[in-house]
C-alpha cells in the first residue's frame, strides 16, 4: 500500500535532481552523515544543510502518567494557540 506512492515519489524526486536515502544514520563529523545503506553497505555524506526525514509520527513513549501530564507530541503542538503551562 506505502509502496506505490513511495516509488512515485522517489521517481519525482530523481527528476529534480535530490537523492533518496534509505538507512539509518548518524553524524560523524561537521556537516556529514554516514548511512547504513537499508540495502547494505554505507554512504558518506557531507552538505552545507542536511535535512533528516524520520517519519510522520512520533513512536508514543510508554511512560506511566505521560497521557495526564503536560507533555506534548510535536504533532499536537502545531494547533497551539498559547504556550503550554509548566
Known amino acids: 500500500m506505502v509502496a506505490g506512492p513511495r516509488e512515485k515519489n522517489a521517481s519525482r524526486q530523481a527528476q529534480d535532481g535530490l537523492d533518496l536515502i534509505e538507512g539509518e544514520a548518524h553524524f ?11 540495502g547494505g ?13 524520520a517519519g510522520t509520527r512520533p513512536k508514543p513513549l510508554a511512560i506511566t502518567g505521560l497521557a495526564t501530564s503536560a507533555c506534548s507530541i510535536q504533532r499536537r503542538s502545531w494547533s497551539w494557540t498559547s504556550s503550554p503551562s509548566t
Open 28 to 38: 560523524s563529523g561537521p556537516k556529514t552523515l554516514e548511512v547504513a545503506l537499508t
Open 41 to 53: 553497505g554505507t554512504r558518506q555524506i557531507s552538505a552545507p544543510v542536511i535535512v533528516i526525514d
